[in-house]
T-cell receptor, first 117, second 111 residues
Framework: GAVVSQHPSRVICKSGTSVKIECRSL??????MFWYRQFPKQSLMLMAT?????????EQGVEKDKFLINHASLTLSTLTVTSAHPEDSSFYIC?????????????FGPGTRLTVL | QKEVEQNSGPLSVPEGAIASLNCTYS??????FFWYRQYSGKSPELIMS????GDKEDGRFTAQLNKASQYVSLLIRDSQPSDSATYLC???????????FGTGTRLLVSP
């Protein structure tokens, strides 16, 4: 149980294009999903917290107009990187949890490696 | 600023030995504690969660929590080369949804 998938696993795009990444909880309903970014040899950086049916909460320094997050259902959240540039190249990872209570566990997707040329 | 601190390592142990990974946290209101393993180029995978003081064992892994000392550890018995990875300590505070991660400890198990 507690499987989270991401699609695509790898994407290469040209500078200026937009890229959409999907995160799905396959065997549970995820009221809360999280989006992280990780640069090589660095630790996870939380970008935003997404609750189903409401606007995402972005961490300080993350541009909400550049990283659009939609959590329209209990099993799907999407992250769209708009007008991507080479500095956006990174490993994007989502995680999902159920009610967001103290004992709820975050389960991570396999990640999406974005390369912007 | 809520912080979670880990020694970045690398921690090198021979195959078959016990690996001991440590983590301290600053927020006394923290309620939930997690250990994740991350292989290079992969996403984190959950190893264990612990919520109460004391030890929790799962196979070769034992998590230890001491809330008074704000300290959580992970012991890996009979370490295997396949255990070589970065181990992330994560803490959730009361009233917050998100996890605060340490920077991770890199473990190297030599054959």
């Amino acid at each position: 149980g507690a499987v989270v998938s991401q699609h695509p696993s790898r994407v290469i795009c040209k500078s200026g294009t937009s890229v959409k990444i999907e995160c799905r909880s396959l065997d549970f309903q995820a009221t809360t999903m999280f989006w992280y970014r990780q640069f090589p040899k660095q630790s996870l950086m939380l970008m935003a917290t997404s609750n189903e049916g409401s606007k995402a909460t972005y961490e300080q320094g993350v541009e909400k107009d550049k990283f659009l997050i939609n959590h329209a259902s209990l099993t799907l959240s999407t992250l769209t990187v708009t007008s991507a540039h080479p500095e956006d190249s990174s490993f994007y990872i989502c995680s999902a949890t159920t009610s967001g209570g103290a004992t709820d566990t975050q389960y991570f997707g396999p990640g999406t490696r974005l390369t912007v040329l | 600023q809520k912080e979670v601190e880990q020694n970045s390592g690398p921690l090198s142990v021979p195959e078959g030995a016990i690996a001991s990974l440590n983590c301290t946290y600053s927020d006394r209101g923290s309620q939930s504690f997690f250990w994740y393993r991350q292989y290079s180029g992969k996403s984190p995978e959950l190893i264990m969660s612990i919520y109460s003081n004391g030890d929790k064992e799962d196979g070769r892994f034992t998590a230890q929590l001491n809330k008074a000392s704000q300290y959580v550890s992970l012991l890996i018995r009979d370490s295997q080369p396949s255990d070589s990875a970065t181990y992330l300590c994560a803490v959730k505070s009361s009233g917050f949804q998100k996890l605060v991660f340490g920077t991770g400890t890199r473990l190297l198990v030599s054959p």
